[in-house]
């Protein structure tokens, strides 16, 4: 399997380091969450680590039911969030998430494009199909996973088409002659398709030519093809080193079956480290965390993602292949069910080691619990391996874990020659093709 030399690393600012029960921590600023500031204090120490991106990911509702005990989804917009960091960081690319099943193509185009000029060229766009929200967009069910890639195969050509529709080319700024802009350099793109109609062109000129990177969440088989279709990368749940060595080389070929090179697409886990100066404390934090996350929202979980209602089972009893009903219709996420489904045929766990195992509430991520050393021999063991092309941390447990993997994580793995040292270039596609 070919091997990514120097990995390329984001850093997630919704702040997975406060879930669970760890924003009760005294040190926790969980009063600042929602201020400028904090995001801000992150993506510059993501800068000063030479991080490729910080990243937001987003959801448009909020889950009331967890709320007592958490932000429930709730933030502030990503666009508007990482606007407020542009102006205050210089190399960052800036990865925001913006679902292609609610809003309007055009809309999402100028937003995108803005964010480009106000960073000079670094923004990203996290593509989501999205998992709920749809009766905030008078939309009475969620459409079928087939639908939703269908659409959002059609939105992101309509979204790329008008980046083009108005080329940094066109902008002449002439003074002289008095000329501000070639109109024939601008192509609307009049777009009339099975779910979208959308004549262009955009109202505000691409900045420079550098191509804004496209990064897609989601891995059931049509978000694969989807993600190797048009993605510069993909933020994946890879719980196990063979689960992400299967979907990178399987995203490789499908790459190369849609003409591109295997390459082009980089397979970018989830990575959630709860680190601390011994492997015993950083089992009591990830314990200390998750204490409070009741059984009963778990055996929910696992009732919904695959059939299996284990409320009366004893705590001692293994779930095996036989007792797994055919996967249930309507699902959420077609990727969380899966990973779910192979948790339960490769292990056989009892009731009681299932419900510690983050499968079961749909946050599959590769999990890293112990210390700095051990993070750093864990994702070289899966670079070398060849089952990555980087990661996107999403720390957990507390302030104090996050801060370790941006300041020594990250700069042991550049000391290993596994990262870069410093920015080569300045925008946010420079950066993932390094
Ligand atoms: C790792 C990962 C991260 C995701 N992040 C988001 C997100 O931030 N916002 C969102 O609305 N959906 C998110 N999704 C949902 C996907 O966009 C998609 O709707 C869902 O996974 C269903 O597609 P699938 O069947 O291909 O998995 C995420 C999915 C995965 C696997």
């Known amino acids: 399997m070919?091997?990514?030399?120097?990995?390329?690393i984001g850093m997630s600012l919704a702040p997975t380091w406060l879930s669970g029960d760890a924003w009760r921590r005294s040190d926790s600023e969980i009063e600042q969450v929602y201020s400028s500031d904090y995001a801000l204090d992150i993506a510059k120490r993501s800068e000063a680590a030479k991080l490729d991106f910080v990243f937001r990911p987003d959801s448009l509702?909020?889950?009331?039911?967890?709320?007592?005990?958490?932000?429930?989804?709730?933030?502030?917009?990503?666009t508007i969030q990482l606007a407020s960091i542009a102006?205050?960081?210089?190399?960052?690319?800036?990865?925001?998430?913006?679902?292609?099943?609610?809003?309007?193509?055009?809309?999402?185009?100028?937003?995108?494009?803005?964010?480009?000029?106000?960073?000079?060229?670094?923004?990203?766009?996290?593509?989501?199909?999205a998992l709920d929200g749809n009766e905030n967009f008078g939309l009475a069910e969620m459409p079928s996973a087939q639908e939703r890639y269908e659409r959002a195969a059609e939105f992101t050509e309509i979204v790329r088409r008008l980046w083009e529709s108005y080329p940094a080319e066109?902008?002449?700024l002439d003074r002289p002659d008095g000329r501000y802009a070639d109109s024939s350099l601008i192509r609307p793109i009049d777009h009339d398709g099975a779910h979208l109609r959308v004549k262009g062109p955009l109202n505000l000129p691409a900045f420079g030519n550098a191509r804004i990177p496209l990064i897609q969440a989601g891995a059931s088989p049509d978000g694969r093809n989807f993600a190797s279709s048009v993605a510069d990368a993909i933020f994946a749940s890879a719980p196990d080193m063979e689960a992400a060595l299967e979907?990178?080389?399987?995203?490789?070929?499908?790459?190369?079956?849609?003409?591109?090179?295997?390459?082009?697409?980089r397979l970018m886990p989830g990575l959630s480290l709860y680190l601390e100066q011994s492997r015993e404390e950083a089992v009591s934090l990830f314990n200390e965390t998750h204490t409070r996350m009741n059984s009963a929202r778990k055996f929910a979980s696992i009732?919904?993602?695959?059939?299996?209602?284990?409320?009366?089972?004893?705590?001692?009893?293994?779930?095996?292949?036989?007792?797994?009903?055919?996967?249930?219709?309507?699902?959420r996420s077609r990727t969380h069910a899966e990973l779910l489904r192979r948790l339960?045929?490769?292990?056989?766990?009892?009731?009681a080691d299932l419900l510690t195992r983050p499968e079961v509430i749909g946050s599959a991520h590769w999990q890293i619990v112990g210390t700095v050393e051990?993070?750093?021999?864990?994702?070289?063991?899966?670079?070398?391996?060849?089952?990555?092309?980087?990661?996107?941390?999403?720390?957990?447990?507390?302030?104090?874990s996050m801060r370790l993997v941006l300041d020594e994580v990250v700069p042991r793995l550049a000391e290993a020659g596994l990262f870069r040292t410093d920015y080569s270039g300045n925008t946010f596609m420079d950066h993932l093709e390094e």
């Open 247 to 265: 979907l990178r080389q399987d995203l490789r070929l499908r790459a190369e079956g849609h003409g591109r090179k295997a390459d082009d697409i």
């Open 2 to 8: 070919s091997v990514r030399e120097k990995l390329h």
């Open 303 to 331: 009732m919904a993602m695959t059939g299996l209602d284990l409320r009366d089972w004893p705590t001692q009893r293994r779930v095996t292949a036989e007792d797994l009903p055919p996967l249930p219709e309507k699902l």
């Open 344 to 351: 339960i045929l490769r292990e056989e766990l009892t009731v």
């Open 374 to 400: 051990d993070a750093v021999a864990e994702i070289t063991k899966w670079q070398s391996a060849g089952a990555i092309d980087g990661f996107i941390a999403v720390p957990g447990g507390s302030v104090a």
């Open 170 to 172: 066109a902008l002449k």
């Open 61 to 78: 509702f909020l889950n009331v039911e967890a709320l007592e005990n958490g932000p429930g989804f709730g933030s502030l917009d990503p």
């Open 87 to 129: 102006r205050e960081t210089s190399r960052i690319g800036l990865l925001t998430t913006v679902s292609t099943t609610f809003l309007p193509p055009y809309v999402v185009a100028r937003q995108l494009q803005s964010l480009n000029w106000i960073s000079s060229g670094r923004v990203g766009w996290n593509i989501v199909t």
